[in-house]
């Protein structure tokens, strides 16, 4: 257990100039999931963008919530403690239990895993995993999740539901996936479930660089770091208008990202990167 935050939480948590590292933490057993880590992981979450979009600097021009700022959290790293970034769910702690369950049981757990995915994509920072070895089952989840995947030579990802009796429609997976590799890529990895390993991943999308294992987590805290030290506000903007316009067509698009640039127009950050332009200086954001 983690004591971070005025909570205890069964992975590692820790803080460093707007970059909150989460660390899954059963090295043991290659950071499999229980209940526990499911729920907690998704409370730590919400909890933690609650706390960053307490100001919240203009209304959606578009409709729905205010664009949030968050003064705290900047950006997410999610690795994986020992050599396994995680494998998935504990086929002791979950698996074995599913079987006593009833229908409405396996809803409620089915939805109670969605919902971790839902809390990362709702979080307003932009999260990057570091994937430090195998990414299987709910652990290719959180890796697709995320908004960056940064992998060491020895990370690969399995989508391995089918090779357990499961459908590759999981936790988001149809709707996710085919949108960072492609349809006919998505629909090979869901319905064949193989171990790809971090060239071939890095070669369809889905990972995004691939560096030698001693330096993952350097790049991965440095790339976080980087944007971190950016617009925070305008990051947040991209990352909600990348979620949004999912499921729009281009001209409501384009009028989305009119709306959304012109609130980034009238934010602080906006001339102050001007002024550094001008005064030949590193910006300072705010």
Request: proline share 4%.
């Amino acid at each position: 257990m983690n004591v971070a935050d005025g909570g205890s939480w069964p992975f590692k948590v820790t803080r460093d100039q707007g970059v909150t590292t989460i660390t899954l933490d059963r090295a043991e057993k290659l950071n499999a999931l229980t209940f526990e880590i499911y729920k907690e992981l998704a409370i730590f979450l919400r909890r933690d963008a609650k706390l960053v979009a307490d100001w919240q600097f203009a209304p959606n021009l578009a409709g729905g919530e205010p664009v949030r700022f968050c003064p705290g959290t900047r950006a997410i790293v999610i690795t994986g403690a020992g050599r396994a970034f995680c494998s998935g769910g504990d086929v002791e702690d979950i698996i074995g239990q599913l079987f006593e369950k009833d229908l409405q049981g396996l809803l409620a757990f089915t939805r109670m895993t969605g919902d971790l995915v839902r809390a990362m994509r709702e979080h307003p920072a932009p999260v990057v995993a570091a994937i430090n070895g195998i990414a299987a089952g709910a652990g290719a989840i959180i890796a697709m999740a995320s908004d960056l995947r940064i992998a060491s030579d020895k990370g690969r990802v399995s989508f391995l539901f089918n090779k357990v009796g499961l459908a590759g429609a999981d936790m988001g997976a149809c709707h996710l996936l085919p949108r960072i590799v492609g349809q006919g890529r998505a629909s090979e990895l869901l319905y064949l479930g193989d171990v790809i390993n971090a060239e071939e991943a890095h070669r369809i999308g889905f990972f995004n660089r691939v560096v030698p294992a001693d330096a993952l987590l350097a790049e991965a805290t440095a790339i976080a770091h980087r944007m971190a030290e950016g617009p925070h506000f305008a990051n947040t903007v991209t990352k909600v208008q990348l979620e949004r316009e999912m499921d729009v067509s281009l001209s409501a698009a384009i009028e989305m990202e009119a709306q959304a640039q012109a609130i980034c127009m009238v934010h602080p950050d906006f001339r102050e990167a001007f002024d550094a332009w001008t005064e030949k200086r590193p910006p300072r954001f705010k």
